[in-house]
């Protein structure tokens, strides 16, 4: 659109009204825009949960193997003088050798005592080989598959050779002997750890992995070569799960400086901070802390397991820095392994990190197996280092004036820098380092608060946080909090819980083996607690009784559920819709929560929310109702009334707005059928009878004013796009599948064989379907049968059926399952199919073999194909297919069949054997149970025995995993459309822009007036014809509707976007469209004359269009021969949508609630034929067959709201419509071309215009004061206010000037000059105004 640019800026755009237009855009409320719409109604994919621990293990028993031969050097290593004496903290030299030995030994275990106290342990003090091998032998026999640790000095001996030896002694002290580490495996045995403190001590490691490793071939061919003779002998131990700490590498000395003790290696691992603390106060920088010695190290107050005190204070920050370094640097598995699976080995390995640390400062490098990365130049070290000067520098006060101790702001400090982290942080990002540290200060109660705060804002961020926070080792520590009675926590660990249990359900065993069910529960009774805190708490014990037995006998007692009934009106929806899930889950195959519920008249209190605003609370209720009655214990009297009772009430929900509660629905009616399956069987069994001997009157195809819908000629056929809703609305298909149920070919009404249309094919099949029949390839009633069922019990009185009284509920619940297998919404119709097909193939099962042989239902229905959406197969003539009819062109677009009108003159179907379908056809080979042909099929051995579970366990929703989805995503994160630089929000602005350049430029257009309309600027041969055309308000796209399908144009660039099909049956058409939120997000709507509501997305880009949702707009329409079809008329600001037609009321749906809100009486005898609303008055006008025009205020009760009518035009109104404006009037038009024009409070009209005769279609255009009228005369008129024909259309621009159609249906911009016009000759055109005003 070119437009001259003195126009944009003239004074007279009057930019207050623009503006106030702009502002509106974002004030807008968008419909179906809700998570539900948009997303899959799944649970999220499980992830797989590494942190539980397989095998958690005990290192139970400890060697001490010491050989120090006190006062005699060993031969191979030349000691420095002074040199390195203490072991264990003792100078050898200071008392007799045995004396030194034993006391060496005694303060070994002492040390290791510290980390194990449990163990048992045994020292060996310059041994024999004989000695350690009894002490070995002994050790793994008490041990079992537990651990045991091995502790080697070799300080006395020889270094260990390169054939894989350590040394011991002879019995009397002459000799060294050699003991090979193949052998000490052997004794030893897997699970094992050991730790050699001695030079050369890396040489030990490679030699035990190579004897290791030939154990595992030895082992290999032994298992497969029984005969070998390795296999005779006893089979060596496998050393798999062996771990190894050395002081040193193969070729390095231990160090000799006489500053340090000489078992170095052993004081790190046993006593960190004692010797951490010397080494700090040996480095250079110790001299920055005044006053500070190696004495007054020794005498640090406090107890290493005492965290108020200075030592035990030391400790822990040295636990929680260790801990760290490893987390952040080891892979998760091996920190799993060496860090969380024992106690002993954990601490040694904290340890060993700063033995790393300290020994490689005096050139010696500690090895492990398994290996670790380094980590002695880990940044937390500095840490460690800033706590130890802080810590020092207060000792001189401490000791000689006793002034108190100030605690280390050590962790305070790791919290902030968390916090920076969870503030500041982007979101592809390293984990956290402080995460272990958070962990450590749950421990404390000076920080608990803060730390539970900061770790929940990070579980906040997602699964995967949750995921890294249990790998941590959390969920100990949040488990032992639950035992805490600080209210303060309470919010804090309901939330962590949450998180947790939403990722991980699996914890609901835990959580009631430790009591931990007690505090959720007095959470959820505590009134003065928040609604979301409540709702959290709910959340948890719902996950808690979900197929949990246990859990839901301890909750049972807990007075869960009078806890729960208690909340079920609090205003917060999501503690409703988790209150409902939650009982629906305590009493799922359970009878004494049942029973419990029963005696406190749940049922009952549940009934309020199943007309609740909200949705999902509604679907929450029915599946809490579903699971209720779906119990199968053994039925009494009683629980049969209550069963009743609670159908009929979910069965007021089948016209629910929102397909997820109708879906829910068929679930909760499923767990009856089940329950009540012999009854269902009888009623089916009827219906297919009574089905089978009556005709439906169909709705013929002849053409009346207002909705013309000619014969077709065939024009080139286009090519559909297959559809996908989220199940596929015809999931793909298989050629076979189509094949088979073209040779069924079905009768239908009228005697004739069916045309292939889409509403032959059934809406359900699709390929995953699992009940039917065991090999479920077809379904026994397809959609026809069962829509004619349908139909059969709306027209008949079936009293036939209601003789007995108890029957009638089935027969009811019945009728509501026919109702919504003809659902619009195609995931609700496939769930229904199931169910009725379940029943169905019971019945015709148990009857009697000649039963199946009479019923018409098998022979006269065409089972079920699961087709593509586009799959249409037209047949013409009156003889069945060829088998490859349809393999061919069953590619993902099938072309549409090109006429679709029945002729009287084909001949009738005789079937063969005597009315029968041939034999082959009634039973395909492919189901197995009628292989043995029609009079056996009764007593088939294939009868499903656990059918009945099959079906119940087979139909489920996905719901509350769809709604626990919510727990486990960020709550606390601003969402995307609330984001200033979120790319959804640019887009919102980019649209908001483009929008108000629309309305400015056309506002200029229709200000100057436009004295002619004849400017053809697109004209196309639209693929059916045109039966509704919309322009989208802002951008250059229309939507033309035929019959069944909507097809996209382009109109500036003069191309095809998007061609689908609607999904509506065959025998109904599309009577009206609108585009939602046409200024944002733009969503279609269709409406057909079965009162049938869809709304698609992704049309006419380079997606596949879906449909968000779809549901039965008017219920009790039927298709008849004359008549409006639907019409309808849509509210941005409110969200209300008024709908009508061929009925007597004007039914209005709020889509934000997904319900019906209003019903108005239109007090006629006829159809309404037209609707408008004006938002800003409440007021509703329509118009209708016999000519009236009503005006309504929805504001008033139903029998005083409609507050005018007027009768002056004598026939059909075409459009009645209400100007927007304050003091709008109201315009209507009939067929007889009379325009009348009305202000609301006057009882005449102010005006009256006579236009043309024969009038199909009219449009006004709400900015310029225009009307167009179409006439089955083959031309349009457009007229302006003051009734001035300003053009007459009569001829196509272009090729010959061919003469237009008879106008089927027209329609203006809401902005541009523009009118779009659909005409009988398939063509689409637009007219506009010249183009020098363009």
């Known amino acids: 659109m070119k437009m001259d640019s003195d126009l944009l800026h003239s004074p007279a755009v009057g930019l207050t009204e623009e503006e106030e237009a702009d502002m509106n855009d974002w004030k807008l409320p968008l419909a179906f825009m809700k998570k539900r719409h948009s997303e899959k109604i799944e649970g999220s994919k499980a992830l797989a949960q590494s942190w539980r621990m397989k095998d958690r293990m005990k290192t139970v028993s400890v060697a001490l193997v010491l050989c120090l031969n006190v006062g005699v050097d060993p031969p191979d290593v030349v000691k420095t003088s002074p040199c390195a004496r203490l072991e264990c903290w003792i100078d050898p030299l200071s008392m007799s050798p045995q004396k030194a030995l034993e006391t060496i030994g005694a303060n070994l275990q002492k040390q290791y005592e510290n980390w194990q106290p449990r163990a048992r342990y045994k020292q060996s003090l310059d041994p024999t080989v004989d000695e350690v091998k009894k002490l070995c032998t002994s050790l793994r026999r008490n041990a079992k598959e537990e651990r045991v640790l091995f502790h080697y000095n070799g300080h006395g001996v020889p270094r260990p050779t390169v054939n894989g030896e350590i040394w011991v002694f002879n019995k009397n002290y002459t000799q060294y002997i050699p003991l090979s580490i193949y052998d000490l495996q052997t004794w030893m045995g897997s699970p094992s750890i050991f730790v050699y403190d001695c030079s050369n001590a890396g040489i030990i490691v490679k030699s035990f992995k190579q004897f290791a490793l030939q154990r595992e071939q030895e082992l290999e061919v032994a298992a497969i070569n029984p005969s070998h003779p390795l296999a005779q002998m006893p089979l060596p131990p496998s050393m798999k799960n062996c771990i190894q700490l050395a002081a040193c590498e193969a070729s390095e000395l231990l160090p000799m400086n006489p500053d340090l003790p000489a078992d170095l290696f052993t004081s790190c691992l046993t006593t960190p901070i004692k010797i951490a603390l010397r080494w700090f106060c040996m480095q250079k920088s110790a001299k920055l802390v005044p006053g500070v010695t190696l004495d007054l190290i020794e005498k640090i107050p406090g107890r290493l397991n005492d965290r108020r005190t200075p030592l035990g204070e030391l400790n822990w920050i040295f636990t929680a820095i260790t801990d760290t370094i490893a987390w952040n640097v080891l892979p998760r598995d091996l920190f799993q392994k060496l860090f969380r699976q024992d106690l002993l080995v954990a601490s040694l390995f904290r340890n060993f990190l700063l033995a790393e640390r300290i020994m490689r400062s005096y050139n010696c490098t500690p090895v492990s197996s398994p290996r670790l990365p380094p980590t002695y130049m880990h940044a937390m070290w500095q840490a460690w280092d800033l706590a130890v000067d802080i810590c020092l520098s207060q000792l001189p006060t401490i000791i000689e004036e006793g002034t108190a101790f100030r605690h280390s702001p050590f962790f305070a400090e790791q919290l902030t820098a968390f916090q920076v982290w969870l503030t ?242 068929v679930v909760a009616l499923s767990h009856l059928v089940v329950q009540y399956e012999s009854n269902f069987c009888t009623v089916a069994l009827q219906f297919i009878e009574e089905e089978k001997n009556y005709t439906v009157p169909s709705p013929a195809n002849t053409a009346e004013p207002g909705s013309l819908t000619p014969v077709r000629d065939s024009p080139a056929i286009p090519r559909l796009r297959s559809v996908n809703s989220y199940t596929n609305i015809r999931a793909a298909t298989t050629a076979r599948n189509l094949n088979k149920s073209l040779q069924n070919l079905n009768l239908n009404e009228e005697g004739v064989p069916a045309a292939f249309s889409p509403g032959n094919l059934s809406t359900s099949s699709s390929t995953s379907s699992t009940l039917g029949s065991p090999d479920n390839d077809e379904y026994i009633l397809s959609f026809e049968t069962i829509d004619k069922m349908r139909r059969v019990s709306s027209y008949s009185s079936l009293n036939s059926l209601i003789g007995v009284s108890f029957n009638s509920v089935y027969t009811q619940i019945w009728r509501v399952l026919l109702h919504l297998a003809a659902d619009p919404f195609p995931e609700v119709s496939d769930l229904a199919m199931k169910v009725l097909n379940s029943i169905a193939y019971k019945a015709t099962m148990n009857a009697r073999p000649q039963r199946i042989l009479d019923s018409g239902s098998l022979t006269q229905s065409a089972p079920a194909s699961p087709t593509s959406k586009g799959t249409h197969i037209h047949q013409a003539g009156g003889s069945p297919p060829m088998p490859s009819a349809s393999s061919s062109s069953l590619t993902n677009e099938v072309p549409k069949p090109p006429a679709r009108e029945q002729t009287a003159t084909r001949p009738p179907y005789t079937p063969t054997l005597g009315g029968q379908a041939p034999h082959s056809h009634q039973f395909p080979r492919t189901r197995k149970m009628f292989d043995k042909g029609p009079e056996q099929a009764g007593e088939d051995g294939d009868e499903p025995g656990g059918h009945r579970n099959y079906i119940s366990a087979a139909l489920q929703t996905g719901l509350c995993d769809w709604s626990a989805k919510y727990f486990a995503q960020p709550v606390m994160k601003i969402p995307e459309e609330h984001d200033l630089e979120s790319q959804v929000r640019m887009e919102r602005q980019w649209r908001f822009l483009r929008n108000t350049r629309v309305r400015r430029q056309s506002r200029g257009i229709t200000q100057r007036g436009v004295s002619r309309l004849d400017d053809q600027i697109f004209i196309n041969r639209n693929p059916g014809v045109p039966s509704v055309v919309k322009f989208h308000p802002f951008n250059t796209c229309i939507a033309v509707a035929d019959k069944d399908s909507i097809c996209f144009w382009d109109w500036e660039k003069g191309e095809r976007l998007d061609y689908f099909y609607n999904g509506n049956p065959r025998y109904t058409r599309i009577t009206a469209m609108e585009y939602l939120n046409g200024h944002d997000c733009s969503l279609l709507l269709t409406a057909t004359d079965d009162g049938a509501l869809r709304i698609w997305k992704n049309f006419a880009d380079q997606k596949n269009p879906e449909m968000v949702t779809a549901w039965q707009g008017l219920s009790d329409m039927l298709p008849t021969t004359r008549g409006a079809g639907m019409v309808v008329d849509w509210e941005q600001e409110t969200g209300l949508l008024m709908t009508s037609g061929d009925v007597r009321v004007v039914r209005i749906w709020d889509t934000d609630r997904e319900m019906k809100v209003q019903d108005i009486p239109t007090g006629a005898d006829s159809c309404v034929t037209s609707l408008s609303c004006d938002s800003q008055r409440s007021l509703i006008v329509a118009g209708l067959g016999d000519g009236s025009v009503r005006v309504f205020d929805r504001r008033m009760g139903p029998n005083e709201c409609r507050v005018m009518t007027y009768r002056e035009h004598g026939a059909w109104v075409v459009k009645a419509h209400l100007q927007k404006e304050t003091d709008g009037h109201i315009i209507s038009v009939s067929v007889n071309g009379d325009v009348r024009f009305f202000e609301p409070r006057s009882p005449d009209s102010i005006n009256v215009l006579q236009t043309v005769k024969g009038l199909t279609a009219l449009d006004i255009h709400p900015q310029a004061n225009l009307f167009a009228c179409g006439s089955m005369n083959q031309f349009i008129a457009v007229y302006n206010a003051n009734g001035d024909v300003i053009s007459n259309i009569k001829y196509y621009d272009g090729f010959m000037g061919q003469r237009i159609g008879a106008i089927s249906c027209l329609a203006f911009h809401p902005h541009w000059p523009h009118l779009a016009v659909g005409s009988n000759d398939y063509y689409m055109s637009i007219y506009s105004a010249e183009k020098r005003l363009r």
């Open 424 to 665: 500041m942080g982007v979101e592809n990002r390293n984990p956290p380092e402080q995460l272990p540290i958070v962990l450590q200060v749950l421990l404390s109660q000076v920080h608990r608060l803060r730390a539970l705060d900061l770790l929940g804002r990070f579980l906040d961020l997602g699964p995967w946080a949750v995921s890294l926070a249990l790998s941590v080792g959390i969920f100990p520590y949040v488990l032992k909090l639950l035992q805490s009675s600080a209210r303060e926590l309470r919010p804090l660990l309901v939330f962590i819980w949450a998180k947790i249990l939403a990722v991980d359900s699996s914890c609901q065993a835990d959580l009631v083996k430790d009591n931990g069910h007690k505090y959720f529960l007095s959470v959820l009774a505590d009134s003065y607690m928040p609604a979301e805190h409540r709702t959290m708490a709910v959340f948890i014990l719902a996950v808690i009784v979900n197929s949990y037995n246990t859990g839901q006998e301890a909750c049972l007692q807990g007075n869960l559920i009078a806890n729960c009934l208690e909340q079920l009106s609090d205003p917060h929806p999501l503690l409703r819709q988790w209150v409902a899930i939650c009982l629906g889950r305590i009493w799922q195959n359970f009878e004494p929560a049942r029973w419990c519920g029963v005696r406190d008249s749940a049922h009952e209190k549940l009934y309020t929310l199943l007309s609740d605003p909200i949705p999902e609370v509604r679907c929450a209720a029915v599946f809490a109702l579903g699971t209720f009655v779906g119990n199968s214990a053994e039925r009494t009297d009683h629980s049969t009334t209550i069963d009743h009772n609670v159908a009929m009430m979910l069965a007021q929900l089948i016209n629910d707005g929102s397909p997820v509660v109708r879906k829910e629905l």
